[in-house]
């Protein structure tokens, strides 16, 4: 059960570019986060939206500036961001509202940003 | 705090050898959830498995099967008869009342044909 699309898949941009990731749920879920995987570290919370309000923000720089139009679609904008910000950014989304400790997160794709 | 330990960073095995890939979690909570993603190349995080803390019975799907033990405080998966499809980096992840998922490490799964 994937059903959480993600695009573009792979992304280079420079210093003062400002881009933005995609994200698409297929699944009815409640709830949509984003990830940061970077090399040898564990998965980064980075934001939390539930039925399209923002309930968490885990101290991102504000060079990462996230939007959930509905309840389908996440969105983050990118904006003159650093090289130690390549990463992984991966996407999810669960039917339980965040905070219902038995959810299950379901994962997208992921984008893979390396900023030059 | 909630912590998720994977000792093993990576593993390489032979193709059809049995591998136990390790987790132990730390938690005050006596509800929890534990769950297994599989992370292929393409980069997707697969949903495996979860348990809640309150059920230790141990759960077997085709070649996969988990061990769920409170005492040790371990939620450890075992890959029986092994393939090259198996590999991948695989997490382990906690999460429990109002906390969100907690993830390990991740081990490095390499199975050479």
């Known amino acids: 059960e994937t059903g959480v699309t993600q695009t573009p898949r792979h992304l280079v941009m420079g210093m003062t570019n400002k881009k933005s990731l995609k994200c698409e749920q297929h699944l009815g879920h409640n709830a949509m986060y984003w990830y940061k995987q970077s090399a040898k570290k564990p998965l980064e919370l980075m934001f939390v939206?539930?039925?399209?309000?923002?309930?968490e923000n885990n101290s991102v720089p504000s060079r990462f500036s996230p939007e959930c139009p509905n309840s389908s679609h996440l969105f983050l904008h990118l904006h003159t961001l650093q090289p130690e910000d390549s990463a992984l950014y991966l996407c999810?989304?669960?039917?339980?509202?965040?905070?219902?400790?038995?959810?299950?997160?379901?994962f997208g794709p992921g984008t893979r940003l390396l900023v030059l | 705090a909630q912590k998720v330990t994977q000792a093993q960073t990576e593993i390489s095995v032979v193709e059809k050898e049995d591998v136990t890939l390790d987790c132990v979690y730390e938690t005050r909570d006596t509800t929890y959830y534990l769950f297994w993603y599989k992370q292929p190349p393409s980069g997707e995080l697969v949903f495996l498995i979860r348990r809640n803390s309150f059920d230790e019975q141990n759960e077997i799907s085709g070649r996969y099967s988990w061990n769920f033990q409170k005492s040790t405080s371990s939620f450890n998966f075992t890959i029986t008869a092994s393939q090259v499809v198996d590999s991948a980096v695989y997490f382990c992840?906690?999460?429990?009342?109002?906390?969100?998922?907690?993830f390990g490490q991740g081990t490095r799964l390499t199975i050479n044909p």
């Open positions: 939206y539930s039925l399209e309000e923002r309930v």
């Open positions: 992840a906690l999460s429990e009342g109002a906390q969100k998922l907690v």
């Open positions: 999810a989304s669960s039917q339980s509202p965040p905070g219902t400790a038995e959810e299950t997160q379901y």
